[in-house]
Nanobody, 117 residues
Framework: QVQLVESGGGLVQAGGSLRLSCAAS????????MGWYRQAPGKQRELVAAMTSGGSTNYVDSVKGRFTISRDNAKNTVYLQMNSLKPEDTAVYYCNANIGIRRWDYWGQGTQVTVSS
């Protein structure tokens, strides 16, 4: 098991930047993948960005070129750098960890990101 704690959300104007952090309670080095999802009111949760244990990354089309996922294995932390934010990026952002042969998913509690126009 692992506990995930997100931080870094907040209110920002369109065009601004935020960096989200996800601190894990154990080593992230061997996790299958870690990622960021988001859920806006009335919408389904969607994958925003993910990084595999090998370092491969994947982004939803709407954030490509604006968001960057990274990790610091020494700090057991995954980051999401969000630049050129748009009002449509407003959502609760959740950290996800996929672990083990059975590919269990673990979630953080979420952090609110609000982008004003």
């Amino acid at each position: 098991q692992v506990q995930l704690v997100e931080s870094g959300g907040g209110l920002v104007q369109a065009g601004g930047s935020l960096r989200l952090s996800c601190a894990a309670s154990r080593s992230i080095f061997s996790m299958n993948a870690m990622g960021w999802y988001r859920q806006a009111p009335g919408k389904q949760r969607e994958l925003v960005a993910a990084m595999t244990s090998g370092g491969s990354t994947n982004y939803v089309d709407s954030v490509k070129g604006r968001f960057t996922i990274s990790r610091d294995n020494a700090k057991n932390t995954v980051y999401l750098q969000m630049n050129s934010l748009k009002p449509e990026d407003t959502a609760v952002y959740y950290c996800n960890a996929n672990i083990g042969i059975r590919r269990w998913d673990y979630w953080g509690q979420g952090t609110q990101v609000t982008v004003s126009s």
